[in-house]
């Protein structure tokens, strides 16, 4: 398993019109440390985790993957996953390829797509439902086709 990069938010700020989003947020995840954002709704949680996936542009402050800043590199170069609160499924695709389809995108070779759908969707309780769609699933099963989408880039 490869090494997780660290990220650091050094005063960020994001405004919307007159509407602060986020106000100088400042923070240092370690490699490998697992971070949780708790609050209310409307705090800025989900802009955060927007601003450093690449979603939205910071106002202020420098966002770091790394040592590298990463401002002005578009979401696919930052090699970050998120699972959306709302699946964000393919309805016309079934799990297998709902969880492969980032690695399609990118060319990877068929066996190497399956091994990782496989892998992941072990490790998730999914593989007998690899063929279904995702309306034939539960909620649970949905954000966890969408939590193994995101596993099996390995970002």
């Given at each position: ?9 050094r005063g ?18 370690q ?8 609050g ?7 802009t955060?985790l ?5 979603l ?13 800043p ?5 979401p ?9 609160q ?10 297998r390829?709902?969880?492969g ?14 091994k ?10 999914l ?12 909620g ?5 086709v969408?939590?193994?989408?995101a596993?099996?880039r390995d970002?």
């Amino acid at each position: 398993m490869r090494a997780v990069a660290r990220v650091t938010l050094r005063g960020v700020s994001k405004r919307f019109g007159n509407v602060a989003a986020v106000r100088e947020l400042s923070l240092d995840v370690q490699d490998r440390e697992f971070l949780v954002l708790l609050g209310p709704s409307g705090c800025g949680k989900s802009t955060a985790l927007r601003l450093i996936a690449g979603l939205e542009t910071p106002s202020a402050g420098e966002i770091f993957i790394g040592d590298r800043p990463v401002q002005g590199l578009s979401p696919k170069d930052r090699d970050v996953a998120m699972v959306f609160q709302n699946y964000a499924l393919y309805p016309h695709m079934t799990v297998r390829d709902n969880m492969g389809f980032s690695l399609k995108l990118k060319r990877a070779p068929t066996a190497e797509i399956e091994k990782r759908v496989r892998a992941a969707s072990s490790v998730l309780g999914l593989d007998a439902l690899l063929d279904r769609l995702p309306r034939h699933l539960s909620g649970g099963q949905r954000q966890r086709v969408a939590m193994g989408r995101a596993i099996v880039r390995d970002p």
